[in-house]
């Protein structure tokens, strides 16, 4: 790949990156599971789930909100108009929800059971709005083309907080001091983009913000805050069916066999880099160009992802040991569950409906998938137990994924036939599956001469990934390459 320029190349550096600040990030993760008590870690979970909650509420789809309206007008004053209106209107949204959580804070101590929970509480105040201001600063990042700079200081950051939080778990051991590593990290970061925006000539202007714009903006945001307030409520609810039915304890073997892991890393990072693409693409109407950008992206996040994530499941409990200590190995089966989430996850991403204003289809699938992620979670847990959960999200998420799907292609004048070879999907899955076969009976003459889970690792997951990668590479190279020439 001698051509690291252009959309592909912008992202593949940001997926390298992102995988070296992920292994930092599973280092720190390992670090805090190895020397905290599992009470201190599920509390510590508990704050980072109202913190993602509250976000995701607070952040009011102003993010998309930046990359529509600063997109479509960054050639003139308007565009620097819109930015500084949104950011204004987050401010204020982001003090609304510190009045609520004051007013809700008793139900909060019921609910959860957890008198540690409640000197706590400050950081539910300050780290949403840190964390939206990030997110929306990163969109204008992207916009004026400064993808590679996000990942080096993603990087810097995946460092700093591998040491700091090394010294706070190892020495000092309080939930609180790890906390305020973040806080710090946070603000660290926000003035670091307010900065380089501003040499680049985006501001931040009490004298810009025009009150009249907020009709249309809020016209736009609402659905896309309904889909990401729901979508992310739908991602933490069995969290909170799981806090609300157990114990801090239980809350932190879940929160760790349902972690998120980097197996979408390529998809991430192709995300990033061509959200403004698309809307731009999409703004001109050239829906042909569209669905073969569209096309492309979806094999290769479907590939990257499948690729990486389906070789841990032969070797599932050794993985949960190794990423997270032993005390955790009694949730490999919701790992497991969670693994194929991972993988099925590209369907149900939001790129093409945002990008051409189609908001309120995002607002209206998520709205109904929280619906049913709410009853099924809590019928599956009475069935189930604490597996319970896992399996409706899940069932949820393939539901979910189908229809936006379906409604993408159709926002682009197509069907789901035409922009996904499925056909092509399911040989290549065929082939996947009968590689992790093989590596699943390597994994259990290994584990005949071996015990440390690393060498375990390394020997059955380095020998599936080798041969997934010599299998697919062409088809790998062909995506890549499509998505290049642009």
Do not use: H, W
């Not at 979970?45 to 909650?53: A, D, T």
């Not at 680049?200 to 896309?224: A, E, Q, V």
């Not at 690729?307 to 005390?327: D, H, Q, T």
């Not at 070879?421 to 009968?434: A, C, D, G, R, Y």
Request: aromatic letters at 12%; one cysteine or more.
């Amino acid at each position: 790949m001698k051509n690291c320029k252009g959309v592909a190349g912008d992202s593949i550096s940001l997926a390298f990156v992102k995988i070296i600040t992920t292994v930092l990030g599973l280092a720190t993760t390992r670090i805090l599971c190895s020397f905290l008590s599992k009470s201190d870690y599920g509390t510590y979970s508990q704050v980072l789930l109202l913190v993602s909650s509250v976000s995701s509420i607070t952040i009011l789809g102003m993010s998309d909100g930046i990359n529509y309206y600063y997109n479509n007008n960054k050639r003139d004053k308007k565009g620097q108009e819109y930015v500084s209106t949104i950011f204004f209107m987050q401010l204020i949204v982001s003090i609304l929800g510190i009045i609520v959580i004051t007013i809700i804070r008793p139900q909060l101590m019921i609910y959860f059971k957890n008198d540690n929970l409640k000197s706590l509480l400050v950081f539910v105040y300050i780290l949403p709005l840190m964390q939206n201001l990030i997110s929306m600063l990163q969109v204008l990042f992207i916009s004026i083309g400064e993808a590679k700079k996000i990942a080096y200081r993603n990087f810097i950051i995946s460092v700093s907080n591998l040491i700091l939080f090394t010294i706070g778990s190892y020495y000092i051991r309080k939930v609180y001091i790890l906390l305020l590593f973040t806080t710090a990290l946070n603000g660290i970061q926000i003035i670091y983009f307010c900065i380089v925006l501003f040499r680049s000539g985006i501001t931040f202007k009490m004298r810009d913000i025009k009150l009249g714009y907020t009709k249309s903006i809020l016209k736009y945001c609402i659905p896309m805050a309904m889909f990401i307030m729901t979508n992310s409520l739908s991602r933490d609810l069995d969290k909170y069916v799981v806090s609300a039915f157990t114990n801090a304890e239980t809350l932190a073997m879940y929160s760790n066999a349902s972690r998120i892991l980097p197996f979408d890393i390529i998809m991430i990072s192709f995300v990033t880099v061509l959200t403004p693409v698309l809307t731009r693409i999409l703004g001109e109407k050239q829906y042909i160009k569209a669905q073969k950008v569209y096309s492309s992206f979806l094999m290769i996040s479907y590939l990257s992802t499948v690729i990486l994530a389906a070789g841990i499941i032969p070797v599932a409990s050794n993985a949960m040991c190794f990423l997270y200590s032993e005390k955790y190995v009694e949730g490999t089966s919701i790992f497991v569950i969670y693994i194929i989430i991972d993988i099925i996850r590209f369907m149900g991403l939001s790129l093409v409906l945002s990008a051409t204003g189609n908001s309120a289809i995002l607002m209206k699938i998520s709205l109904v998938s929280l619906g049913a992620n709410a009853i099924l979670n809590v019928i599956l847990f009475k069935i189930f137990g604490v597996i319970g959960p896992a399996i409706a999200t899940l069932v949820v998420m393939l539901g979910a994924g189908m229809v936006t799907l379906k409604c993408s292609s159709k926002a682009m004048n197509s069907t789901i036939l035409r922009v996904f070879n499925i056909k092509e999907l399911l040989k290549k899955t065929m082939v996947i599956v009968m590689i992790c076969m093989v590596e699943y009976i390597l994994s259990r003459l290994v584990i005949k001469f071996f015990t440390n889970n690393f060498i375990i690792l390394a020997i059955c997951y380095g020998s599936y990934l080798m041969a997934a990668l010599l299998i697919f590479k062409k088809s790998i190279i062909y995506y890549y390459k499509e998505l290049n020439n642009i």
